[in-house]
């Protein structure tokens, strides 16, 4: 089996003792030595591009098959929101859950001193991710981000080399698109698709606009509008749209915040740069109504989906009508240049730390809901390079292939088994409002939350498959081709990391037998999951 072709230290060290002999400083050196080594072409047999927690699973299932493998993530760390704030997993049905996914949340397990663990601190995933890939040989590469123009080289429908923005090149036989934005199967010439399909797109009753949800909705009426008919911060002024039409709009995206109650392991909400409390004003209002109707002030539980982890910790989700979801402010992400995705993940950060200020401090607030609030304040012993706050923000949905096969309602609702089956899924349908408008009686409201129940279905290899006519040496495990409504179901990260599982094993097979990804032997791709524990049945309990 070939080895990947690497820059020796050798070359590198006759670098150095070239320029020291010129009297060159060592710094000068050491950069150019980094800059000599990130320029360098690279060959392995796999190629897997995102660090998420799908992309670890990929790249580990693709070397214990016995293949070179690289992973490549563009930041500088393991797992993606697994290991970013996402620690409440969000599993469906645990026993629908098998393979390098559960292997996963054993490892997790032993950590703790238990079987398994589903809930646990970021810190303690990223060390299990870590681990994984080192016992497995894959080859790690942080900070390698795709070219954003021109990054990709194919030759008729296969990829031959992708290159990074540090100059970097990346040869191989199978590629992996494991990136939540898929901007590798993008520049691939993949065929995708971003937002809501309207219901006859595919005949689902589920798609487009939606009814309003009793769910993270404003439960009474609050104006959208401030004195002289001034409107209220973060409420579009764009109409709804008619119910069940498509369109170009992304549910919400934020933080899993990782807080702690300890007040030896806990920082205080500190008053982020530029804050201003107008910003919070539908919030102060809503606040104020609520105790109106409700006679009391609301809780924090009523405010956020805090959700106990080990040492005495916990992870906070959106809950609620005006919550950690930033509504309606990230519709550019999914098909933005990098620049403008880093506008937006900014933007984001500076609404949730202004968020949980105002909530800490703002005298508006009902002072038992600020006592319990005051009681939590970001981890210290958690994403200790950025401040205690997340690095992975939560990007639910972005790009969506579409492949030859396109999963639809009818796939997790009806038609549940598949012949080319790679694993199972089994969570809710589960979108996050997507718009916050005014209503014609001039009130604010949510739109877009959709939580509706799935019986366990079967998850087919064809979903991760671009059209043959597209590329045919790339697997997408997370940007599959399915739609809204489908993808609202798959967008669990055990799933994901079934999928990646699938995707590893997947790239031998086509390596071994010659053949593009979209025609290998299907039956023994199952057949081979099987033996590694991977889950295709399930029986109501």
Partial sequence: MPGPKMLRFSSVAVIVRQHLSGFCSLILVFKLAVTFLAAQKHEYEVVVYGGTAGGVIAAVAAAREGTTVALLEPGKHLGGMVSGGLSRTDHGKQETIGGYSLEFFKRVGRHYGEDITWYFEPHVAEKVFQEMVRESNVIVFYRHRLKEKGGVKKKGTRITEIIMENGASFRAEIFADCTYEGDLMAAAGASYTWGREGVKDYNESLAGVRPKDPHHQFDFPVSAYAEKGKLLPEIQKEPRGKLGNGDRKVQAYNFRMILSNDSTNRLPFRKPPNYDPWRYELLARYLKTFLTQRRRAPRLNEMFLPFPIPNKKADFNNRGPFSTDYIGKNWEYADASYKRRAEIRQEHLNYIKGLFYFLANDPRVPKSLQDEINQWGPAKDEFVDKDHWPYQLYIREARRM???????????????????????????????NVQRYITEQGNAQNEGNMEVRVTPYHVPYRVMLPKKKDVSNLLVPLCVSASHV??????????????????????????????VVQDIDTEALTAKLREQEAVMEWAKR
Avoid: C, W
Avoid at 403 to 421: C, N
């Fill in 402 to 432: 579409v492949g030859d096969f396109v999963m639809t309602q009818k796939d997790i609702q009806i038609e549940l088994s598949k012949e080319d089956v790679i694993g199972m899924g089994s969570y809710n349908s589960d979108s996050h």
């Fill in 486 to 515: 489908a993808y609202s179901t798959l967008r669990m990260e055990p799933v994901y990391m079934i999928m990646g599982h699938a995707a590893g094993v997947a790239a031998k097979m086509a390596i071994e037998s010659g053949k």
